[in-house]
């Protein structure tokens, strides 16, 4: 168990809808990333938040959001979700100092029918 | 952007066997770090790697960060069913603070008992 919890852990959606993927990190973790990964694209970055504020930003759609909270949690927001973006997401802390390690969540898998 | 070549793609082998793979970046990345991810799970870290040059085991794993930093190889000794997965290299990037994750495309290992 990495202390990185992500819910829900699969979810089925239709096309066009929006959708919200909770991450809570490690504890005492401030960083949070979030990744996409499918079958093609492998694991690619789209956010990084850091204690409540956006710190990096990778291939994330403009559909696509995200925040955290003060009490470190973060939400990603998926809307007018296409067929294409079926994928698995994975959330990852750390305490974001040099040399530190990410540990990831087990992932939410997201299929858009 | 920053790029990770991750080799082989793939790899068959016996039981017993010795395995070797490796990352190759277009730029230098502070942190080296190797996970496996498990099929519907979440990459689970292996080994991290801190200083150009180093060698670090963890029972059967053995990684080295290379000299010129834009470098890492994980070996797996003696491979047994269990390490059957996609094993991912990720470079660290500390610039600009971000300390976000850039992933290779990652290695399928197969070991036949």
């Known amino acids: 168990d990495s202390g990185v919890t992500q819910t829900p852990k699969h979810l089925i959606t239709a096309t066009g809808q929006r959708v919200t993927l909770r991450c809570s990190p490690r504890?005492?973790?401030?960083?949070v990333y979030w990744y996409q990964q499918s079958l093609d694209q492998g694991l690619q970055f789209l956010i990084q938040y850091y204690n409540g504020e956006e710190r990096a930003k990778g291939n994330i759609l403009e559909r696509f959001s995200a925040q955290q909270f003060p009490d470190l949690h973060s939400e990603l927001n998926l809307s007018s979700l296409e067929l294409g973006d079926s994928a698995l997401y994975f959330c990852a802390s750390s305490v974001a100092t040099a040399n530190t390690e990410a540990f990831f969540g087990q992932g939410t898998r997201l299929t858009v029918v | 952007g920053q790029q990770l070549n991750q080799s082989p793609q793939s790899m068959f082998i016996q039981e017993g066997e010795d395995v070797s793979m490796n990352c190759t970046s277009s730029s230098i990345f502070n942190t080296w770090l190797w996970y496996k991810q498990d099929p519907g799970e979440g990459p689970v870290l292996l080994i991290a790697l801190y200083k150009a040059g180093e060698l670090t085991s963890n029972g059967r794993l053995t990684a080295q960060f290379g000299i010129t930093r834009k470098d890492s190889f994980l070996n797996i000794s003696a491979s047994i069913p269990s390490d059957v997965g996609i094993y991912f290299c990720a470079g660290q990037d500390s610039g600009g603070s971000n300390y976000k994750l850039t992933f290779g495309k990652g290695t399928l290992l197969t070991v036949n008992p």
């Open positions: 504890s005492g973790d401030l960083s």
